[in-house]
């Protein structure tokens, strides 16, 4: 098992950045941030492959970055020029086995999400 700790999410206005932080309770090689808006489905923002490769979904590609700490089990996501449409619920998740995609399926482990709201 797996235990994943979200933090750093909050509100900021347009333009503004976050860094969400995620501490996992034991070492997991892959790892990846997904959101989940009211009345949408849970998607990928970014993933953190096993080999060091990384992937981010379209609409944040040139402003969000996935990066991660080895020696602390703890996955980052840096957020910089916020849109109000990447308000959603970000959550931590993790799975063993290579990710080649980001769906979110085939993750195994969760953690329990925070919140981001970007006003206009």
């Known amino acids: 098992q797996v235990q994943l700790v979200e933090s750093g999410g909050g509100s900021v206005q347009a333009g503004g950045s976050l860094r969400l932080s995620c501490v996992a309770s034991?070492?997991?090689?892959?790892m990846g941030w997904f959101r989940q808006a009211p009345g949408k489905e849970r998607e990928g923002v970014a993933l953190?492959?096993?080999?060091?490769?990384?992937n981010y979904a379209d609409s944040v590609k040139g402003r969000f970055t996935i990066s991660k700490d080895g020696a602390k089990n703890t996955l980052y996501l840096e957020m910089s020029g916020l849109k109000p449409e990447d308000t959603a619920v970000y959550y931590c998740?993790?799975?063993?086995?290579?990710?080649?995609?980001?769906?979110?399926?085939?993750?195994?482990?969760w953690g329990q999400g925070t919140q981001v709201t970007v006003s206009s």
């Open positions: 953190f492959r096993s080999d060091g490769s990384t």
């Open positions: 034991r070492y997991c090689p892959n």
């Open positions: 998740a993790a799975r063993y086995y290579y990710a080649a995609t980001m769906n979110p399926s085939d993750f195994t482990y």
